[in-house]
């Protein structure tokens, strides 16, 4: 007799719905920024994957403390020799550009341009991603070893872009549950050509998406945020304050898409999310380590401003400024894996699928065991395997703490067992008549 | 001057009142089951060192979610050759008989006979002790040593059972205190021929009784349980709702006759039981573990059912499923020691007298020190050695942290100090009019 | 731009208002005990530094449990051979007749002298320190290898003391801060001639009394007491019932002068005074060690009664009883060193700028970060170097936990950096109007 579906609570389909990689690659030239045409490209390509709706909010809109700030257009910029040569090309890669650059042509002196060009001395061949939202100035990121060979006297300087009123633009989506609570998963969209920050949170969350809309009908809703960081999320939040209360989870996604351990940070407030990242981290036998909540990192920083503190945790692999490719050339489509974005996809499925099964069941008759034998239950589980799902042990764990304070996660944690056993082990006590949910 | 008795909450006599090991020899051939008479002359012989009162609970009476099962009657069980050669036999050793087998007599052969036949081919010369309670069927225990040799076709096997309505029998015992509050001591009793498993737990509890018994007048009172494991403490539970408030701490007792190290088991809601044992097993430098609770066990397992959630520990030295001689027939006299016997006895005696001796004392007056030289307590117990009683360390401990919110234990525990010494320094600061007790 | 001064809350001169050692010097021959003139004349000494104020209590006043002793007038000791040598002379050495001794003149028998005579065998060089507060008995402390050539018959011993009605004499003093509340410290002040305990307590009290008195105005009143020890804080607490309410924080501070590392030994109640010493010792990189509560000690003892339960930890240097100066001759000026009396002069200055500073804030508006760009505030402090200052990380860390349940001391803690680099960047986000005080 065998009544447990061990993996019961994982993926109707453990395969992602959709190829991860191929989409990172598709998405990777887009020119994104805080705002523009490259972030409309990048969620259009998106929504061919999952029904994404499309928000734009006007420059000037008071968000916060902050205003949506004008809209970046950028078409075309580059460094040439006075012979006309083209030395750098925008077009080339998206990386050479400083994000937000005003306008600028003309013929600079090398001594000016320096003042405007940036490199990484230490990473000769590669090229810096840089920004200056707010700073009114231009300029070029270029490989150190190829500015050691610009040795000119002067050069021709073109970037052709535009700082003029627009809109900001974020993608949402939301598949209601059977109640009115729901998981939020968020990742940053307004990085140019850099693949695992943040293509892989991308597509991950998009995959998470599409798989739940597929015919998946949870407690819980899931909202997936495809956010500019920091004042995308800010925007979201003044637009937002009516969904924040029924937020009972949240995860931000990046740099997901390596092939080193899982970083999991961990929220502010040390909600639930924690202890379900690190359970599944664990059971998984996954490299990990779990991090304190520091107030530095992605929009994590905003859903856990001391005024939301909003249960939101922060998923990573590689961790921002501490491996040798961050922000620059080098993440590239190579640094990020098939393998490494499929196994990212099936844990955090895992996470939302164990949050939404998590619940709390109390006996219906807790006064002793119960009779195990003449409702079939006596060793009906014991003579499986410990390896091949729930146990007996399981069963006694469930029947015991089944007294309204604990969850299954509860269970799962002060047993030291899989919650997929835990929770196999109580669908089989509740559909014995044992157990009842808690409201 | 000597105000301090450092042994004063110790045993009166801390001897036994009798002597253990032959109470557990006189028993060990007894064939008791669930029920039956093997039971009922198990607790006549205990009965003659403690006055116990029997319960009988007739079969078929709803006890919890369970009914008491029918009385098992077990007179004789017999593998013989064909040529009238008794090979095995329930007289010579009543594990050789599954318990509650159904009757059978007749000739088998060989083939159907191995159907019904338990050995340990990794302990060859072992026999196997098996139960099946709720089966319908029968079974002979052998040695795998044994049955190798058994190669004829047929053989004549016999069980003169009965199962049929009686009842189940279970002892008690109840030595009032001061107080309405009591300390209860569980035992399992329905194992047959197996001497630490729980012949030891037995006679230790016999032993404790005929000592609280003899004279002692405690505070709070000593409740004693001889039942049959699982079946035996439901029943019990069921009929004494009216006693389980005055529960204020509880011991399961169980394989306390070997000399191996204490193991202890912490009660499911950290109950000060735990802290007592801890603090006994620490202070009386014995070998010892403690062990997180488990829903697996013995009769803990119902006290500790969410219904109830009773401040029951159990106090095991081997633990269940982890020695090879546990559940066969090497579990014998030979296995437990007069002096693990003892050991245990006055382990549990201390324990008893801690938990009796508990209180929580308030200063008089707790706004500064005491003049201790006026009553002629500075350096009174100074002078002592530290070994041998309380000191003018433990005394300040006292008046320190009499407060109204740290009972003895605390206080020995926060002062890393023997209970004993913390508990003679508070006599002598009540006895000076420094302490009173909280109500 | 640099809005951080790193050192913003340090104290405005961090070299101590007088030299510690030249004044531990001048008090050092000085007869003090419980009473007597040695203890007014040690204060009338410190009264030359800071404003104190001196209290007499007579002789039998009720104080707590206790009441005040008699005043000992103590003016000559000595032993003579009876040729009229000089052997020993209190003239010489204040701790060559031990504390309150009675009265006695005359020629005793070696072997009765030897009743009155206190030696340490094992430093035969050293004098040790012995008292008899309550006890009406003589005697004479020397060393062990003077005495060993002490083998006439007969001695002539001479006492020329006076226990009659009198007063015990304190010191106190109050500078007051904005606010009801205060912080008090408190040294004993009946120690005869040893430097370490507890001169360097009280040499460094008088100078943070001195400092603060200087023109600084703090939040926080500072009250320091001068005491006998024990009799000493019984009777302050007996005469202060009105002050104890408005005492925030406590410190006894003893052996502060030699050169070891620190002790500081927490407070009964865990009050916020055991988390900022330790913060400071940490920060400060000084080799220290945190003890448990021990109801042994100082004045802590008194003040950490249970009927008080007052919040006063004790700092220490070297720990009373573990050293082998403790109550010998040996602990005199050369054992305690300028360089660690001010050391522990602007440890204690640290903490109590501390506690002063310490305070809620709370955002202004907590949603989200505050733009700091607009503000000036962006990189205004990551530029600066880690070890120099505050860092944006700083500002984040206070942004973030400025939800009106952490202090300032709670956000170091937490975000694991010095108070005042937190502190400055508070300074600069109260500033910029970003955060206000909880009342």
Redesign the interface.
Known sequence: MNLVAPDAFRAIDPEPPFDLHTLVRKLYPLPRSLTGDGVRETLREIGRHVRLRIHEVPSGTPV???RVPPEWTMRGGSIRSLDGDTIVDWAGNNLHVMGYSTPVHGTVTREDLAGHIHTLPEQPDAIPYRTAY?AQSWGFCIPDRLWATMTDDAYRVDIDSELAPGSLTYGELFIPGHGAEEVVVSVHVCHPSLANDNLSGMVVAAALAARQAAGRRNRLGLRILFLPA?IG??TW??RNEDVLPRIRHGLVLTCVGDPGPFHYKNS?RGAPIDRAVGHVLRHGGHPHALLPF???GYDE??F??????LPFGCLMRAVHGTFPEYHTSLDDCDFVTPAALEQSYRLVADVIDLLDADRTL??I???????L??RGL?RAIAGQSEAGGATQ?DL??V?????GRHSLLDMAEQ?ERPFAHIKAAADVAEQAGLLREVA
Chains 1, 2, 3 share one sequence.
């Open positions: 916060l403390d902050w707010h920091t999320a800010i939040l003044a502010r520091t107030p530095y920083r905003q856990c401003s001391p005024g939301y503190d109390v006996r008759d807790g006064r002793g065991e119960p009779q034998g003449r006596y042990m006694l764990w029947l015991n703490l089944a007294d047993a």
